[in-house]
């Protein structure tokens, strides 16, 4: 059995976003005033309320650019918001639809081919459990099912390391 956590977007990637930087496409985020649920920050994992401002911008949640690196738009709140720490947990976000595409990653950030899935949310951490499991895959990513847009990651609860005899 293997350990997961949900991962929100680094909080640098949202700082540079609320410090004026541009998004994956070199243009400055949109800001619209949320009109309730459907609006998820993908730095806190949860919901933006109604009458909130928020930035749309697109987002890419890879280290370089290649061709599987998907880039799509995402939401993140206007005001520095704290990032997702209860990472054992489900984020709030993933529970608001019924489903979701879950899809491995390797190591090298390329689709693992045939793991993509439209996942019930109840099944999304077992799901998420037995593709880290494989030697193939080193992450996993949860999007939205309708328009494949990025929520979170889930990766691999790494084990701590052991302190050297002697030290």
């Not at 939401?75 to 997702?84: D, I």
């Not at 390797?106 to 998420?128: H, K, L, M």
Request: overall charge negative; aromatic content about 8%; charged content about 20%.
């Amino acid at each position: 059995m293997t350990a997961i956590r949900f991962v929100a977007m680094p909080t640098t990637d949202a700082e540079h976003l609320w410090n004026g930087g541009c998004d994956a496409y070199d243009r400055l985020p949109e800001t619209i005033v949320s009109d309730g649920p459907g609006h998820p920050c993908r730095h806190c994992l949860q919901n933006i309320d109604a009458g909130e401002a928020l930035l749309v911008f697109a987002y890419r949640p890879f280290p370089e650019l290649q061709p599987y690196a998907e880039t799509g738009p995402i939401f993140l709140h206007k005001q520095p918001c704290a990032r997702y720490t209860a990472e054992e947990i489900m984020p709030p976000v993933l529970t608001t639809s019924r489903d979701f595409i879950v899809r491995g990653y390797s190591e090298n950030d390329r689709i693992v081919y045939g793991t993509g899935a439209v996942t019930a949310i109840g099944d999304i951490p077992a799901y998420g459990e037995e593709l880290l499991g494989r030697s193939d895959i080193a992450y996993v990513h949860v999007r939205s099912a309708r328009n494949n847009c990025f929520q979170c990651r889930i990766d691999k609860v790494k084990a701590p390391a052991l302190a050297e005899a002697g030290a």
